[in-house]
């Protein structure tokens, strides 16, 4: 059994930054992809960035969010730059037990384990 527990969330002002952290605890860490998801009030959970080998990023967030692992610590990180009032929401840490392709990192069916959320509010 995986565990997540994101850390990180706030209250930014526009143009400000904040960096999540989601830790990790059981089973082999190195050997999972890694995502993070958002959810908006009223809408659905959306796709953010991910981390296999390589690194993929939404276009609304490319440029500005940088998602990064370090397997020593089991611990992704999401330093959020430049954020904006639309980025408002619920993030989710979520891993898959394994490679997968790139597409597949986009679809939150395809992954093991959740955390609970850490919520991000960005004031204009």
């Known amino acids: 059994q995986v565990q997540l527990v994101e850390s990180g969330g706030g209250l930014v002002q526009a143009g400000g930054s904040l960096r999540l952290s ?8 190195s050997t999972y ?3 993070w998801f958002r959810q908006a009030p009223g809408k659905e959970r959306e796709f953010v ?5 390589n690194t993929y990023y939404a276009d609304s967030v490319k440029g500005r969010f940088t998602i990064s692992r370090d397997n020593a610590k089991s ?3 999401l ?10 929401a619920i993030y989710y840490c979520t891993a898959h037990l394994g490679w997968g392709t790139p597409e597949s990192t986009q679809n939150p069916q395809w992954y093991h384990y959740w ?5 991000v509010t960005v004031s204009s």
Request: net charge positive; with cysteine; hydrophobic share 30%.
């Open 22 to 29: 989601c830790a990790a605890s059981g089973g082999t860490f």
């Open 115 to 119: 955390g609970q959320g850490t919520q």
């Open 79 to 88: 330093q959020m730059n430049s954020l904006k009032p639309e980025d408002t």
């Open 75 to 77: 611990t992704v990180y």
């Open 33 to 35: 992809s890694m995502g």
């Open 49 to 53: 960035a991910a981390i296999r080998r």
